[in-house]
């Protein structure tokens, strides 16, 4: 038994908006979980300091699935990404008290390492297809096996995942949303290519990655597909939006290209036919926005089944805490396939200092108990939050579409 004694949530905003629970215990132990929804952080913050932390205290922090169950069933009011990001800050903080005081690293708690570290793909963006390659081209030499190419269109003035920034993309920005612009044509005939010039520039040794951004209609994904099966990808990432899941199987009925989907996916009730269907090859969802470690490990056990295997989202959008929850997550699950890993910059390095690190292509959570990430709130107490939202999108007639 060890009483939750204090609980307390974090918001900080040392280049982008954090927002993190730490759980204390009467054996003087805390916890730290990432509560971060990027661009409506403070509803999770709300949800917690009104709603949760009230119902934290006096809990053995030892029941971690049973407080999982009373927060989820208890609230009557199941799924959303607000409240499973809420119940994910929750459950990442109990793992790390439970391994702080048995003195292991998360990862060992969950049944200990299934590999040596976990293969990550890194960002490669550009605003032409030549700066993108020679942003592969870096990464490949800093020891990278997996890159996740986007470049400008041309004639669309913005595209997502490019920006001026050579490392830290980061599209929340503004008071207001940003508007950006859209043409599906113009995309998908750029989009080959792109790879067709990465694959010569590149070589084959590399693992080739794009994201869509859930800018498709399903017939348009699967001519994308078809149209890049030459290249090889490792996998095509929300190549549609995925509310209805049965989407995929147009998709799948027209291409082998790999398909990834589901970072914003929050439980696994949101991944269950494309799961059983076998309409993916990669389930996206990740620690914070998919209620924790411990539902996130019952998807991979369902994906498992299927030959599905993970690929946490990991934006710069999820903190140190979320990306050390996915490396202890990762390392761990049998059917492991990839993680994300966009750097954060120096600033939110500095306010989560980490035992997680980076070689060869390869991460790993480090052997610190627990997940190994501090918060040093006298430099998080520097950085005020700062309101901040996702573009939107219209297409080029003005009307609205998917960012
Ligand atoms: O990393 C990705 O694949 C993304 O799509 C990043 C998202 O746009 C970002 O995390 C939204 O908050």
Redesign the pocket.
């Known amino acids: 038994m060890s009483r939750i004694t204090a609980a307390r949530v974090v918001v900080t905003c040392p280049g982008r908006n954090f927002v993190t629970l730490r759980i204390e215990t009467e054996d003087g132990v805390y916890g730290l979980g990432d509560a971060t929804l990027?661009?409506r952080e403070l509803a999770v913050a709300s949800y917690l300091t009104d709603h949760v932390i009230p119902c934290l205290i006096g809990r053995d922090a030892h029941r971690i699935e049973d407080i999982w169950q009373y927060l989820y069933k208890g609230a009557y009011w199941r799924r959303g990404p607000v409240t499973m990001s809420a119940i994910a800050a929750v459950d990442m903080a109990l793992w790390d008290i439970k391994g702080k005081i048995a003195g292991l690293p998360v990862y060992q708690l969950l049944g200990g390492a299934s590999r040596e570290g976990c293969m990550v793909y890194g960002h490669a963006n550009g605003t032409d297809i030549e700066e993108t390659i020679d942003r592969a081209q870096e990464l490949v030499e800093q020891g990278y096996k997996a890159v996740r190419l986007q470049s400008g269109v041309p004639g669309i003035a913005t595209t997502?995942g490019v920006s001026g920034e050579r490392f830290y993309y980061e599209?929340?920005k503004g008071s207001l949303p940003d508007e950006t612009v859209w043409s599906t044509s113009k995309y998908m005939n750029h989009v080959p290519k792109l790879f067709a010039r990465g694959r010569e520039a590149l070589g084959w040794d590399v693992h080739l990655l794009h994201?869509v951004?859930h800018r498709l209609t399903p017939i348009e994904a699967g001519r994308l597909g078809k149209d890049l099966e030459p290249y090889r990808l490792f996998w095509l990432?929300?190549a549609t939006p995925a509310e209805n899941q049965a989407a995929f199987r147009l998709i799948r009925q027209h291409t082998t290209t790999p398909l990834a989907v589901g970072?914003i996916f929050n439980t696994i009730w949101d991944a269950k036919q494309l799961i059983e269907e076998q309409l993916i090859d990669y389930i996206r969802a990740t620690v914070v926005h998919a209620g924790g470690i411990t539902h996130l490990r019952r998807v991979a056990a369902l994906a498992d089944l299927y030959q599905v295997r993970t690929g946490c989202?990991?934006?710069t959008?999820?903190s140190p805490v979320c990306m050390a929850a996915a490396l202890h997550f990762g390392l761990s699950v049998p059917n492991f396939g990839i993680q994300?890993y966009?750097r954060h910059t120096p600033e939110t390095d500095a306010v989560f200092p980490h035992a997680y690190t980076f070689e060869n292509g390869l991460m790993h959570p480090g052997d610190a108990p627990g997940l190994g990430v501090e918060m040093d709130e006298e430099t998080a107490a520097q950085y005020e939050y700062k309101r901040a939202y996702?573009p939107v999108n219209r297409l080029e007639d003005g009307t609205m579409f998917n960012w």
Do not use: V
Request: cysteine-free; proline content about 6%.
């Open positions: 990027n661009g997502y599209p929340a994201d951004h990432e929300d970072e989202h990991g934006a959008d999820l994300e966009m996702l």
